[in-house]
């Protein structure tokens, strides 16, 4: 699948339990109410949203990454409930020259730990792997969010190391753990 192809209409995926679709601007009050929550912004470079327009604002990020063919971030859905948007999960940044993508995920507190993110990261990664044609998926995190790189651990990313003071967040210089999981890798 050419890029041109991928960014001009926005692909739909799905698992067995979940629909990965666009984020619709109808889906700002679900955004606010992931996004209000202390729990999944806590590692994060933003405060929890208190006013519905921040999600709004941020609706149009991901959108205006998609139109200048930057990223790709899917609204999770169960496939039950389409319309009710539990989480997002995607390409923060797909770098086509390098076959690079960095990956970004967040679950609505509510849906943790039923395997639920796993799924639609390995849907997202099939994707990258193929229809985009990436050779390396990175993820950064915190070091303290064990939720996250329990993650990355079982969909077969490896640590790289520690990137020193790499972000400045909450008013501190803070280190981010670094992982990536290759092509290669992938069937093994
Ligand atoms: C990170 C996040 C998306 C994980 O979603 P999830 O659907 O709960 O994760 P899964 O249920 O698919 O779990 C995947 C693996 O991680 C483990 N895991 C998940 N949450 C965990 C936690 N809080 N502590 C320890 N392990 C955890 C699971 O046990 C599972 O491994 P296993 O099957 O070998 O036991 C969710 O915690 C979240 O939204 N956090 C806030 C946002 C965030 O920090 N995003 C990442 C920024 S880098």
Not at 1 to 13: C, G, K, N
Not at 20 to 26: A, K, P, V
Not at 78 to 104: H, K, M, S
Not at 136 to 160: I, M, W, Y
Request: charged share 25%; net charge negative; with cysteine.
């Amino acid at each position: 699948m050419s890029a041109d192809e991928i960014f001009t209409a926005f692909p739909t995926l799905s698992t067995p339990r979940l629909t990965l679709r666009q984020i619709r601007t109808e889906d700002a009050a679900a955004v606010f109410g992931l996004f209000g929550d202390a729990e999944v912004t806590r590692y994060y470079d933003l405060d929890p949203f208190t006013e519905p327009l921040q999600a709004e604002e941020l609706i149009e990020r991901f959108q205006r990454r998609f139109d200048h063919r930057i990223g790709l971030r899917w609204g999770l859905a169960l496939n039950e409930t389409p319309d009710n948007l539990i989480g997002t999960c995607g390409y923060n940044l797909w770098v086509q020259p390098a076959r690079r993508g960095l990956v970004g995920y967040d679950l609505a507190r509510d849906h943790w730990r039923r395997g639920l993110m796993a799924e639609a990261l390995a849907a997202v990664l099939t994707f990258g792997f193929t229809a985009m044609g990436l050779n390396r998926v990175e993820a950064l995190t915190f070091p303290q969010n064990t939720a996250s790189k329990s993650l990355l651990d079982k969909l077969g990313f490896q640590a790289e190391g520690l990137l020193r003071e790499y972000e400045f967040i909450k008013g501190a210089a803070q280190d981010m753990a670094i992982y990536s999981l290759l092509a290669g890798e992938r069937s093994q």
